[in-house]
């Protein structure tokens, strides 16, 4: 079942959100630091940004990527403690971010309560009005359209994503686009971009909103709720990639919950070593979670 309260939209009032996370997974991974601003009629008009203390250590992986140390959160609140000042932040308003329903499955999670607000994904844009690209993390937007640097922190990414939207609008008011100008055309008939050596798909229309459309994807492990073939159609109904090894080319190794499970414990595996090697060497990889996976599904 999709989600409702994602939407498309051209607003000048909304919140920016952005957090930094020891993982992808909601389930297994924990909040370390929260950045929003709050945006009236295209200004920032308002801050919130805090360190979070996680019950588990933060892997040296993670500090490596985001500059976040142990000591730095030591003396930290915990997620629940900063529960209802970020929702007095957020308040009703529409919350913009790059891969935003990540971040609100985190605050979900974290403070055992569901975000009613709408919400939308500045990554979404950016593949329509920039398709030249051929990744879309933030990074790579923000220096290809010459905006703030991205540097793994909550504030700054948040800053980054206003100024992202900000150009997004720009560019779809120079070229007199609208949203249903953008979304005119969002399936397509065929396979672009899929794999059709290992396996096709099955459905004729393929929506290019779905995560994994273009990604490549390798599945690792024993699936819990699923048979990996199973999961592999989805993926290639999805207009996903499948790869048999982690390459150069790779954007996301799936685990089954129990190969997760041993990140978390320090056992991890030469997949996983080569994950984290190259995606400090800036390649858009990630790791999810099998549970996460199927959350992404539905995204």
Known sequence: MKNTNYTKQIISDYCVLDTETTGLSSYYDEVIEIGILRIRDNKIVG???????????????????????????????????VKEEVLSFIGDDIIIGHNTSFDI??????????????YMDTIQFARKLYPELEHYRLS??????????????AMADCIATKELYDEIKLTMAKKGLKIKDLWANSKYHGGKNIDINSITPTTVDIDE????????VVFTGKLEKMI???????????????????????????????????????????????????????QDIEIIDELTFYDLLND
């Open 140 to 153: 790579d937007l923000t220096k290809y359209l010459e905006l703030n640097n991205n540097e793994h922190r």
């Open 209 to 216: 909103d779905s995560f994994f459309y273009g990604r490549h």
């Open 47 to 81: 801050r919130y940004s805090q360190l979070v203390q996680p019950k588990y250590e933060i892997d040296s992986f993670v500090t490596s990527l985001t500059g976040i140390t142990n000591e730095m959160v030591a003396n930290m609140p915990s997620i629940l403690d």
């Open 228 to 282: 990996r073939r199973d999961a592999m159609q989805l993926v290639v109904n999805l207009g996903g990639v499948l790869d048999k090894n982690v390459t150069k080319q790779t954007n996301y190794l799936i685990l089954g919950n129990n190969d997760y499970n041993a990140i978390l414990k320090g056992e991890k595996s030469s997949k996983q070593k080569k994950v984290e090697r190259l995606k400090l060497e800036g």
């Open 105 to 118: 499955r985190f605050l979900n999670e974290g403070f055992k309560k569901i975000l009613n607000n709408r």
